[in-house]
């Protein structure tokens, strides 16, 4: 763990650390940000009890009072989840200036990552990364996930990059800030909703053993970065693709047409889905969450024993 006065590490998640036992990071933003309430909460919950499942100790990661949390308390995940108070979303750009104001923040990705990073993490689960959107060749939006990625040292599970991104675009850009993306028991990239995308992987593995033992030594290459492991969602949630696209379609132009912009596009859009989905996106999101949580503590446990 390296030092940081601002950081509090909960008492369990550090007895966990010190023991050389298994620890997952999860991020907030999805609670804040990307899923409404009640089901926030409840999947939050949810992830972190599959992480225990599984063997490990969850370590939801949040922004208050002037302090990077990890292990984030059951009072905590109930003020990120309630709108009213008005939660920041934190990339990690945001974290020096979030930490002087003493704001209450839900860390993205990015922000997890670093903050994970500093309390001697390895293993981080999520529903999908950001990436480049639609349109960046203009808009320049690409998330500060992969940025993050390419320089952090973390094993990250989720189900590829949210579908309303550009994801060949995605898949490119992870190549070239050398992000390896490998498949957890499939030969292409998953596109969150959806089992597939059409986008084949370089990489598989076929276990949680065999995905430890990649993590174990792509960590430990000297400057090592982040690396990827993708799943679809549970088989009985999976939506097909082109369902999925009229959905999208009909929320990016409604994003236009409402002038949402930067970090506000992720939550609008998935809210607009889930309604017009009649809640499906919404069932799907919570599961892949879930699983994804079960699968990094399958991986952080036998990453735990090498
Ligand atoms: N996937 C979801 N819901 C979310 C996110 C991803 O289904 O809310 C969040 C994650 O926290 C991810 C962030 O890191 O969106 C990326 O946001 P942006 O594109 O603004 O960088
Ligand atoms: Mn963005």
Redesign the pocket.
């Not at 991020?27 to 999805?30: K, P, T």
């Given at each position: 763990m390296r030092h940081f006065d601002r950081l509090s590490v909960s008492a369990e998640v550090h007895a966990a650390l010190a023991a050389g036992r298994a620890v997952v990071a999860l991020?907030?933003?999805?609670i804040a940000?990307?899923?409404p309430p009640p089901h926030n909460l409840e999947a939050a919950r949810m992830a972190e009890e599959a992480v225990r499942g599984a063997g490990a100790v969850p370590a939801t990661i949040a922004v208050e009072d002037g302090r990077l949390l990890v292990g984030a308390e059951s009072a905590i995940l109930e003020r990120l989840a309630d709108p009213e108070r008005g939660p920041a979303?934190a990339?990690s750009r945001d974290l020096g200036v979030l930490l002087a104001t003493g704001r209450l923040a839900?860390?993205?990705?990015?922000a997890?990552l670093r903050i994970a990073h500093l309390a001697g993490i390895r293993v981080l689960a999520?529903?999908?990364?950001?990436?480049v959107?639609r349109g960046a060749a203009a808009s320049f939006?690409v998330?500060?996930?992969i940025e993050e990625l390419a320089v952090t040292p973390l094993a990250v599970v989720c189900s590829g990059a949210?579908s309303i991104?550009d994801l060949p675009a995605t898949l490119e850009l992870l190549e070239t800030r050398r992000v390896p993306v490998i498949g957890l028991r499939v030969g292409e990239l998953p596109a969150?909703y959806s089992a597939t995308s059409g986008l084949a992987l370089t990489h598989r593995v076929e276990s949680a053993d065999e995905a430890a033992a990649v993590v174990d030594l792509h960590l430990r290459l000297p400057g090592a970065g982040g690396l990827l492991f993708v799943q679809p969602p549970p088989a009985e949630l999976a939506i097909a693709g082109d369902e999925v696209d009229g959905w999208i379609a009909e929320a990016l132009r409604a994003a236009a047409a409402a002038g949402v912009t930067?970090?506000r596009?992720?939550?609008f859009v998935?809210g607009r889905m889930a309604t017009s989905s009649g809640g499906r996106t919404l069932r799907t999101?919570i599961g892949l969450?879930v699983n994804n949580a079960r699968v990094a503590a399958e991986v952080a446990v036998a990453l735990s024993g090498r």
């Open positions: 991020e907030s933003s999805l940000q990307g899923l979303k990339a839900a860390t993205t990705v990015s997890t999520t529903g999908g990364i950001g990436g959107h939006d998330s500060s996930d949210k991104l969150f930067a970090g596009v992720t939550p998935l999101n969450i």
